[in-house]
């Protein structure tokens, strides 16, 4: 009785552990980074009909999940050979537009790096299509995408126009990734491209490679070594032109500023001059005034001297006028009382 009920414990614990390990065998985790699909751990089978993220859920025994990333996948091109259009563009189209050009194309080398993201919604139909192994197939669309859009870039709008560029290769690469469908939320992020279509609308052949390029990032750019040195001389020759344009400039300048001086100098001169006669004419004039002015106060004063002393006759008033001149002369000595040498020198010799 003692060994039976000893069995039946035992097959009670082993049955117990077994239900344990099978409980905690029924849990599987998704990474926050991760999207999943539940597999059979024995037949092989993934069910695609729904996509877990992340979390750790009971999926049940001998399931675990098939995952990929959800995070953006980089996509390095160090050395890309593509084919730029030839500087001079057809039919006068300026520098930094998209134009049909002539001549040989030029081969650079440019170095890029590409972010793209899996679409959820799609997640399925890459895995109908290429299970996990789709990295390679990203990488080489990729690299085509840039061959064909580079073409359309002239060496010269590649230096002058980096971000027109990039958006162009963008827009490149994410038609031939995420085929002609609309971006995910797109008319809120501002990411809508001209002739996308609604994914609601969109068909399994119009989504690409079920991936979305969000973003592209032009590094480095390798030119061929003729091309550098050709674009280097004509640097220099633009800049000894642009030096001697200055230099010419200069001395225009130089000799306006030395003729605006002289202009400057002659004006300078002529008020000068004009302002020296200016005064002396209103000197003059001043002691014209002056003379007038004593002399007809001297001549008033005469007029009134003779009438108040009855000096009436002409001869008496000439000699008054006579011994006042002789009075105001500073060189003569004016005598009283004699009859003869009434004036004399005011020194001896």
């Not at 993220?53 to 160090?78: C, E, Y």
């Not at 592209?216 to 032109?241: C, F, G, H, S, Y």
């Not at 009075?327 to 040498?341: E, G, K, P, R, Y």
Request: glycine share 6%.
């Amino acid at each position: 009785m003692a060994t039976t009920f000893g069995v039946v414990i035992g097959v009670c614990i082993t049955v117990a552990v077994a239900i344990i390990i099978l409980v905690t065998q029924s849990f599987s985790d998704v990474h926050y980074y991760e999207f999943g699909f539940v597999k059979s751990k024995v037949t092989g089978t993934v069910d695609t009909s729904k996509v877990w993220t992340g979390g750790r859920f009971w999926i049940g025994p001998g399931k675990t999940f098939k995952v990929f990333d959800s995070i953006g996948q980089v996509i390095s091109l160090p050395a890309a050979t593509v084919f730029a259009a030839p500087d001079e563009l057809a039919n006068g189209a300026a520098a930094g537009e998209l134009g049909t050009a002539v001549g040989a194309s030029l081969v650079i080398t440019i170095s890029v790096e590409i972010v793209y993201f899996l679409v959820e919604e799609d997640l399925t139909l890459l895995h109908d299509e290429y299970d996990v192994s789709y990295h390679d197939l990203m990488t080489s669309s990729a690299q085509a995408a840039l061959k064909d859009t580079a073409s359309k870039f002239t060496l010269q709008q590649f230096y002058r126009d980096r971000e027109v560029v990039e958006a162009e290769l963008l827009l490149g690469v994410r038609k031939r990734l995420g085929g002609m469908c609309c971006p995910i939320n797109c008319s809120a992020k501002g990411t809508c491209f001209d002739g996308c279509i609604e994914r609601s609308s969109c068909t399994k052949s119009e989504k690409g490679l079920f991936v979305e390029a969000r973003y592209l990032q032009l590094t480095d750019l390798v030119i061929p070594e003729t091309i550098e040195a050709r674009n280097l001389k004509t640097l220099i020759l633009t800049e000894e032109t642009a030096k001697e344009t200055f230099t010419q400039q200069a001395a225009v300048i130089e000799k306006e500023t030395e003729q605006l001086v002289e202009e400057i100098v002659n004006q300078a001169k002529e008020v000068t001059a004009n302002s020296t006669a200016q005064a002396q004419l209103i000197a003059a004039r001043s002691n014209a005034d002056y003379v007038q002015t004593i002399e007809a106060a001297r001549k008033t004063g005469l007029v009134n001297l003779f009438t108040s002393v009855g000096l009436s006759t002409v001869d008496y008033k000439n000699s008054f006028d006579y011994l006042r001149s002789l009075a105001d002369n500073s060189n003569a000595h004016l005598t009283v009382d004699f009859d003869q040498l009434i004036t004399g020198p005011t020194k001896l010799p």
